[in-house]
């Protein structure tokens, strides 16, 4: 019966079904997605002047952990990606499956925060106004990309690769015309952080991590990436580059547009509202029309990825699963799954919160895997000491500053960290006690 299960797994894996720019759209599809129009309002709430170099210090550090990944991708190419570098690491046991899992949970609150982005932005187009409206336009994508996962890795391929160039192209020419129209003027953005503190700073570069941390979905497919050994690596610094360079021209049309209370009182729709002085309202109305494109791409690429890391921990055994009466492959159920998870978030957490707690998890998962690269993995995948220590490093300074100020600002945040993450390791050590 396991046998039968596990072959029933891998039904849903098609090698080589994926090329190198296919994998560069689900990528930039995650990242574009989330990144710039989820979280440019929450980076500048708490960077305040230096929301753009928060941006830029994000990306940096992203680049000191691409490195890891790129190095484990090379290796080791698999349809589980994060979820087999763990193992790699520390085996197929319960610290592979409790980092595994808040990497998974933080990829699903990425789901539920790109959801609630496209509701926040498309209801600017609705006339009337009502609580229930932005929950159901969230759950409403999280359906449609629900049903475009079930189809094909070539039409997912074809369609992410429309939507990141659409998108991509979108957001340059907006803030093209955004910072001529400005006379290239920087309201918002100054070299002297008058209001931002330090533990603001690092605590926006935290949260703009959560906007680069897309790469890693292009792991979680390279069982079916072309030439894996090679394109994966290729994917995710191509990714990288592509989305570092929109983000920094983006954030200094908005600053060039709008001030930081400007920004921070439209948080969660600020680059629609940063088009109102320089297009009017048919500026409006095109931003907008990109932030759909970008969000439905950015959940539609999210779930496709996070639902091949649950499947290959369901096929190492080290996660629980049942079928629920549901046909087809353990893939297609860990669907199910991840698209019910997102459409809970999505409907009950607002936009801040959520985007706190994926960065908490994704942050604590990321030095977990620097950490196993450099504790076993350093000689094996010829990896650096220096870069290695370098990540981790960085990831201790930005998360430690980000608890500081969300424990002295919204406390909330951080007991549903712990919790969350207590509960998840609890559940695995019982899990597999049990199983044993």
């Known amino acids: 019966m396991a046998e039968h299960d596990h072959e029933h797994g891998h039904q849903g894996y098609q090698k080589g079904s994926l090329s190198l720019w296919g994998a560069v759209s689900l990528g930039t599809g995650v990242m574009i997605g989330a990144g710039i129009f989820a979280l440019t309002g929450q980076v500048a709430q708490l960077a305040r002047e230096w929301f753009v170099l928060a941006f830029v210090c994000g990306g940096i550090i992203a680049g000191f952990s691409a490195y890891s990944y790129v190095k484990l991708a090379k290796a080791y190419p698999s349809a589980g990606g994060i979820a087999m570098f763990l193992s790699k690491a ?13 990497m998974y949970f933080s990829m699903v609150i990425n789901e539920s925060l790109v959801a609630r982005t496209f509701a926040s932005y498309t209801s600017q187009l609705i006339s009337f106004e009502a609580q229930w409206l932005i929950p159901l336009l969230a759950v409403g994508l999280l359906v449609f990309a629900f049903f475009i996962n079930i189809l094909s890795n070539q039409f997912i391929q074809t369609f992410s690769f429309f939507m990141a160039f659409v998108k991509t192209l979108g957001l340059v020419i907006l803030a093209a015309g955004g910072l001529w129209a400005s006379g290239i003027q920087f309201e918002s953005i100054s070299a002297i952080p008058e209001e931002a503190t330090g533990g603001g700073i690092l605590a926006g570069i935290a949260l703009s991590i959560l906007a ?5 979905t292009i ?7 072309v030439e894996p050994k090679k394109n994966v690596g290729r994917a995710i610094i191509i990714s990288l580059v592509i989305c570092a360079l929109v983000y920094v021209l983006v954030t200094l049309a908005v600053g060039s547009s709008l001030s930081i209370d400007e ?10 509202e940063a088009a109102r002085p320089v297009y009017g309202e048919t500026g409006l109305w095109i ?20 639902s091949r890391m649950l499947a290959m921990l369901t096929n190492m055994k080290l996660v629980p699963h049942s079928h629920f009466g549901m046909p087809g ?3 297609k159920h860990t669907l199910v799954y991840t698209i019910v998870m997102a459409m809970i978030l999505a409907a009950f957490f607002d936009l801040s919160r959520i985007a706190s707690l994926g960065a908490i998890f994704y942050i604590v998962m990321d030095i977990a895997i620097h950490w196993g ?12 000491i220096y870069i290695l220590v370098s990540a981790i490093t960085l990831d201790v300074i930005v998360l430690a500053a980000f608890i500081w100020v969300k424990w002295t600002s919204d406390p909330l945040v951080i007991w549903a960290s712990l919790i969350g993450m207590a509960l998840i390791a609890a559940g695995e050590i019982l899990f597999l006690r049990k199983k044993r």
Not at 263 to 272: G, M, N, R, T
């Open 329 to 331: 492959s353990i893939q």
């Open 90 to 102: 520390y085996g197929k046991g319960s610290v592979t499956a409790i980092f595994a899992l808040l």
């Open 287 to 306: 931003t907008v029309g990109f932030a759909i494109v970008a969000t439905v791409s950015g959940v539609i690429a999210s779930a496709f990825a996070v």
């Open 219 to 225: 792991t979680n497919s390279g069982g079916e990436i």
């Open 212 to 216: 680069y941390k897309g790469f890693t």
């Open 373 to 384: 690269v450099l504790r076993h993995l350093r000689q094996k995948v010829n990896a650096n």
């Open 263 to 272: 920004i921070v009182k439209a948080k969660d729709y600020a680059l629609a």
